[in-house]
T-cell receptor
């Protein structure tokens, strides 16, 4: 049983570029959340997707957008990258209304 | 004031020691509580949920104090493999987001 998988594992971009990160949830999970974790900090909630809709959003600008597909996989898009977007981006999935979230290994994004 | 606060540490303890971490939360509407463990450059992994009556899982004991708005994690008989960052996580009633503390770093020394 595969856990939460994310791709790519590492990514290097330059300021102003756009990036798309991908996440496949754990089998049987239909809810996907995205987090940003800067060095030395805890993960910060970006948004959550359920039934292909953004169900809740954290304090992130509109440059951060997402999508969920019918197979429950999800993408995180970040436009107009700036240096401060450099972080580990984590995807977490959960089964329906249950609280417990399971995390993928993350995508490490470096913006130069 | 941060929504979830933790002492960043590091806590350096010898093998076999007992160590305790506290975490305070600011919102009384907090509904669910968890401890996650994160190894260096890895993803957070669920250690245990925290229940109102307190709960234990082997060497790990979690407690919740709603009146004082804090949760705690006690690790007994520390192992070298317990070295990690321990993240306190709170979920507010009626929301879907997890609010993480910055984590407490533990180093268990041989």
């Amino acid at each position: 049983d595969a856990g939460v998988t994310q791709s790519p594992t590492h990514l290097i971009k330059t300021r102003g570029q756009q990036v798309t990160l991908r996440c496949s949830p754990k089998s049987g999970h239909d809810t996907v959340s995205w987090y940003q974790q800067a060095l030395g900090q805890g993960p910060q909630f970006i948004f959550q997707y359920y039934e292909e809709e953004e169900r809740q959003r954290g304090n992130f600008p509109d440059r951060f957008s997402g999508h969920q597909f019918p197979n429950y996989s999800s993408e995180l898009n970040v436009n107009a990258l700036w240096l401060g977007d450099s972080a580990l981006y984590l995807c977490a999935s959960s089964p329906g209304a249950k609280n417990i979230q399971y995390f993928g290994a993350g995508t490490r994004l470096s913006v130069l | 004031r941060k929504e979830v606060e933790q002492d960043p540490g590091p806590f350096n303890v010898p093998e076999g020691a007992t160590v305790a971490f506290n975490c305070t939360y600011s919102n009384s509407a907090s509904q669910s509580f968890f401890w996650y463990r994160q190894d260096c450059r890895k993803e957070p992994k669920l250690l245990m949920s925290v229940y109102s009556s307190g709960n234990e899982d082997g060497r790990f004991t979690a407690q919740l104090n709603r009146a004082s708005q804090y949760i705690s994690l006690l690790i007994r008989d520390s192992k070298l493999s317990d070295s990690a960052t321990y993240l306190c996580v709170v979920k507010l009633a009626g929301t879907y987001k997890y609010i993480f503390g910055t984590g407490t770093r533990l180093k268990v020394l041989a």
